[in-house]
Nanobody, 129 residues
Framework: QAQLVESGGGSVQAGGSLRLSCVAS????????MGWFRQAPGKEREGVAS????????SYADSVKGRFTISRDNAKNTLDLQMDSLKPEDSALYYC??????????????????????WGQGTQVTVSS
C-alpha cells in the first residue's frame, strides 16, 4: 500500500520562501511520475510541478516557472518543492502525488491530476500580502 506524507507547509509573507517535503513509501513501480498539486478554496486542483523517478525530467505550471523547483532523492524516497518569491495567489492546500508505472520519455499530461493514483493528505501554504 503506497503512502505519501507531506510536511513543510506554513504561513509566509509575499516574497518569502517555503520548502515542502514528501516521504513516499510502498510505491511498487520503479518508474513513476511524482508531482505537487494544489487546491485553493472554490477552485479545481491543479498541477504545480512534477518529476520522473528515476529519470529526473521535470514539468512546471507556467504560473510557477522560475520560482518553484521540484527535486527527488531516490535513495531517501523523498520529493521536495522549493518555493521562492511566493505570492498570495500561491496560497492553497498542497498535495504530493504519484502515478503508477510511467515511461521516462513521456511528459504529456504530467501535470494532470487524473493521471495520479496515490495522494497524500495535503499541507497548507498561506501567503499574506
Amino acid at each position: 500500500q503506497a503512502q505519501l506524507v507531506e510536511s513543510g507547509g506554513g504561513s509566509v509573507q509575499a516574497g518569502g520562501s517555503l520548502r515542502l517535503s514528501c516521504v513516499a513509501s510502498g510505491l511498487s513501480s520503479s518508474s513513476v511520475r511524482m508531482g505537487w498539486f494544489r487546491q485553493a478554496p472554490g477552485k479545481e486542483r491543479e498541477g504545480v510541478a512534477s518529476i520522473h523517478s528515476p529519470g529526473g525530467t521535470t514539468s512546471y505550471a507556467d504560473s510557477v516557472k522560475g520560482r518553484f523547483t521540484i527535486s527527488r532523492d531516490n535513495a531517501k524516497n523523498t520529493l521536495d518543492l522549493q518555493m521562492d518569491s511566493l505570492k498570495p495567489e500561491d496560497s492553497a492546500l498542497y498535495y504530493c502525488a504519484a502515478t503508477g508505472w510511467w515511461p521516462s520519455w513521456r511528459t504529456a499530461q504530467s501535470l494532470a491530476p487524473t493521471e495520479y493514483i496515490f495522494w497524500g493528505q495535503g499541507t497548507q501554504v498561506t501567503v499574506s500580502s
